[in-house]
């Protein structure tokens, strides 16, 4: 019962509520309820939009009230009936009040919401007017300039009026046509008002149209003025930017123009300042102390005393840092001379020792060094500025860095600390270059700014500007406009430029401070390192002399060329000389690398704590770059000597063919061998042609056309220490191989020869004449012996065109890779036509060929041996024509069952035994024709027991007995018989059948073809053995004279080694040559040979007896 009169009370206090907020909705509408129907726009607004705010606050108690008394009756019934029932008739009467407030205020939002309306029309018509009003003062405006013709220039205060009284009617206009449409939706359904706002939309549509012509007389007047003042505003603009890109410029003058120096000038001043102060420390000087000592009697220092006195300063300190340049001392004392009086003063030299600092962590100060015995008097924040002009301390009691400091803003004087003991900076130092830095970053942002304003400026100019048109003031505009607006883009790259530079400039110049700073340590490792690098120079430079002397001594000769080359008298004195500066300049590279090699090991040990640095570092460089001089030296020398070689080869090329055509037809017109020749040039008693019996021979050949240093290059080409045997014979005996096929022609004039045949690729030439010119068709001709069938003719070396159908090559020798039957003839017709076998390594010059051997098929047949049944394969004729078997009709087989008898005569004879059908015999005598039996008989002996007997082959009644079989093959010689079908097959013989065999034919004849064999005539160098071989791929290779040492040999002074005395050791990749053999000595195949690195001649082994091999061709 307590608790349904409680929320009876509080439901009271609800609607209480209610009602006093409906006394509020009454007293905002008294205004309306005055008797005015129609209220001033202004009054009306505020007055709705109090009404509209009362209604809400009724509508919240309302829904209030509402809440709570539909909460508290389902709350109540909960209560019982008793208790529940007068309060729930209490909130019935409570409900009752609530609904009724409710439909009042339903009234009042409706009288609200149509006063609103009426309130909104009339602002509407207010607006309408205003803008008529606008038009008819735009007309006034006009009026004016119609009667002045509407073309004259206008002044800027007339432009500016005209300008804003076109955008405020403008304005107006716009703002009432916008209203004018948000109320179309208000007026729905109210007649009265939808005429009202009809009436509004004529008039200003018709606002609109005298706007129009009077925009249209003014637009002129207006985009003129617009123009002319968007441009000035443009101009001043840019004048502007200029200004900042100018004072952004001039600001970073200091670094990027003057390269910094004047604050290099005081980094000096400052390293000066600390030794001084280390010094006057030493010597317990003050301030005045020192400037006195300087000074000496006069009030200031003089540029001459102070430049004299800093001269002798490191000396005296003992302070290499100190060491400046006479420039810069100079420098340093126009720096100090701050009044520029042409003198120091004592606060001028005081200023020396002038520093300043910035705070970068709070820290307090102290009245004295000591921190723990200090009292802290002041504390100083972060960016403050400090300056002093005394010298850091130690506060041995924690080792944390002090220094007595003066506050610039206040003055205020004590200890800070620098660093702590722990490595916290307190305090940093400001440079000179720091603050210089700071302000120009500065200016360049503010100017970059600013020019981000121009650059803003013209990109909303040129888009006010896009509907201006093609033509009038406003287009011009626009188009000036895009005209200035490169400058300001070449601004902002400059800026950009401007901004980059010193960025770099900041890089360079702390390059060049630290290296101000270590330039005294700098100039002592130089020094020391010039010590270690001084005497691989002299050797480095004595290389590179040598070098150059060498590409001078060839240049008389690598210079020519052509006719002047080969008209060269002194080749050899030449190649000599440069063969003598080549060894001088290759022991002088050795020398200078083991020099500079020598200097490096001198250089400090570099690790990855101490790495090398600064002038060591250039030392090491400078010495490797010695190294790569080395190379590049050895290399020049390698070229020139190379170019030397190559000339002279030129020469050597055009003699070759001159002399070797010469001795050839030497030979010819007298009819000499090549031993013959040879004879004839070597002296009595030498085994060689020496360089002065060759020279004087062609000599006498060639007359005055001899050229002795020629002939001697020509004679060492050959071979070097005199020319033997098998080297003059190379050298007559020119062969070339076929690149390309080509005719080969019976005369030499290529319009009259007939071609004899082609000559294939790879077929080898023998030179018998030239090379001549055929100068009709510019073709090189030559007269050569096919090797591969001896045909000769004339042949081109090279088309009228460059194409190569010859090529020059060694002559052919070939070394056998395992024993070669070594064979008379081409055909290979017999066993006896064997010269004899040849050994593996023998070495075959060639005479004749390669020329193909094409072989017939083969005959193969598989029969069954009639003796004991064998079955196989066997030959009945050889690829070489050779018939081992043949079906010759002497085998008879019964064809029925006839007797042997033992007598010819049919009618006086006895039977030996019956054959039987099948059975075969071999015919022995007959046939015989018994004319009055009327049969014919034959001689038989069976195959199956060699019975002998006469035997009725045909009966008088004509019946066949046994008749010739075809099925049988008697073997004429000895032949394999084999399991399979090919006559190489190896290994799979059955037996060896005997001559006169009898096979039983089972399969076959048939044919087996042979590839074609590759035949060359030669000669063994061994034994001069002359004969034919058949060559393939692994059983011969082409054979070189220069023999490469696998394992360490001696070079003995005879060929049977037992007893030999050894020359000397062959190394292991020692090249020798060929000089006799290859010869046997035993089981021993050895060689007479030159060695290619001494010249040492000697016989050498190339594999032993138990087919170790020493050497390799």
Known sequence: LVMSRAHVREGKAKVDEVETAMEKVNEAELPYLKGIEILDVKEATSTVAVCEAAAAAVQTAINAARNFIAAKNLEMKQFGQAAAKPAAEEFTQLTERVNAASAKLGQFKKDTESRKKTALMQEAGQKVSAAEAAVKQMAEAVEAFTKE?????ISDEEGEKLVARLKETQTLLSDATSFLVARQKEVAGNAERTETLRGLQNRIKEAKSEMAKHQ??????????????????????LAGMDEEVKKATDACAPLLEEGGEKFLVATSVRTLAAALRDHMKDKALTHEGLFNDVAGSSEGISQDKFVAWLEKLP????????????????????????DGNDSISLSEFKAVFLQRFTCVKEITVTEGLEVAKSKTTFKINTGTTLETIHGPQTDESNGMVRIECTVVSSGKTGFVTMQGNQ??????????????????????????????????????????LLNAGKEGPLAEARTELGKLRPKVSAAQDK??????????????????????????????????????????????????????????????????????????????????????LLEAATKSIEEAKTSVAEQLEKLPKADPKTPLKGAMMEAKRDLQKMLGKSVAVKKQCATAMASVRAKCQSIVDARCADISGLLRKEMQQKSLSLESLFMQIVSPGDERISEAAFGKYIEGLQGEAYKAEQITLLCRHIEMGGIGRRRFEAFLQQYFVVVKRIAITDEFDINQAKTLRKAESDEVLELLDGPLKDEKVGVTRIKAKSLSDGVEGWISLKGNQGTPFLQE???????????????????????????????????????????????????????KATSDGAMGWFTARDKRGIVFAEADGKYYACTSSVAMTDNKDIKDCKVIRKLAVGELFTLEEGPVEDTDAQISRVKGKTVKDDQEGWITIKGNAGTVYAEPSSKHYCVLQDTPLTKKF????????????????????????????????????????????????TMTSSNVKPWTPYYKCKVAAPLHDQLAAEGATVVRQVEVAETLELVEGPAPDGEELRMKARAEKDGAIGWVTIKDSKGKRFFES
């Open 423 to 464: 490595g916290t900076k307190f305090i940093e130092s400001i440079s000179p270059f720091t603050t210089f830095s700071e302000e120009v970053d500065k200016v360049i942002e503010e100017a970059l700014k600013g020019l981000t304003k121009v650059a803003a400026f013209f990109t909303a100019k040129g888009k006010e």
């Open 149 to 153: 013709g509407g073309e004259a220039e």
């Open 216 to 237: 249209k007389v003014a637009s002129g007047h207006e985009q003129r003025y617009t123009a002319k003042k968007l441009l000035a505003e443009a101009s001043e603009t």
């Open 495 to 580: 800026l950009r430029k401007l901004k980059l530079n010193m960025a770099n400039g900041k890089k360079d110049y702390a390059k060049k401070e630290l290296a101000e700073k270590n330039a005294h340590i700098e100039a002592r490792e130089r020094k020391e390192a010039e010590a270690i690098t001084g005497p691989a120079t002299a050797k480095v430079e004595a290389m590179e002399a040598a070098g150059k002397g060498l590409e001078e001594a060839s240049k008389p000769l690598v210079s020519l060329s052509g006719a002047e080359l080969e008209a060269f008298a002194t080749p050899v004195a030449i190649l000599e000389e440069a063969e003598k």
């Open 315 to 338: 000396e005296a300190l003992g302070r290499e840092e100190i060491g400046f340049n006479p420039e810069r001392r100079t420098a340093m004392f126009k720096h100090l001379d701050s």
């Open 982 to 1029: 090919p006559s190489s097959s190896s290994g799979e013989e059955v037996r060896v059948l005997t001559k006169g065999e009898a096979m039983q034919v089972l399969e076959g004849p048939k044919e087996e073809a042979f590839q074609p064999e590759t035949r060359v005539k030669g000669r063994a160098l061994s034994d001069s053995a002359v004969g034919w071989i």
């Open 809 to 863: 090559v060694e002559k052919p020798f070939y070394s056998c890779q395992a024993e070669i039957a070594f064979e008379r003839d081409f055909k290979i017709d017999s066993t006896d036509g064997l010269v004899r076998t040849l050994k593996a390594d023998e070495v075959l010059e060639l005479i004749e060929g390669p020329r193909k051997l094409t072989y017939e098929p083969c005959l193969r047949v598989r029969g």
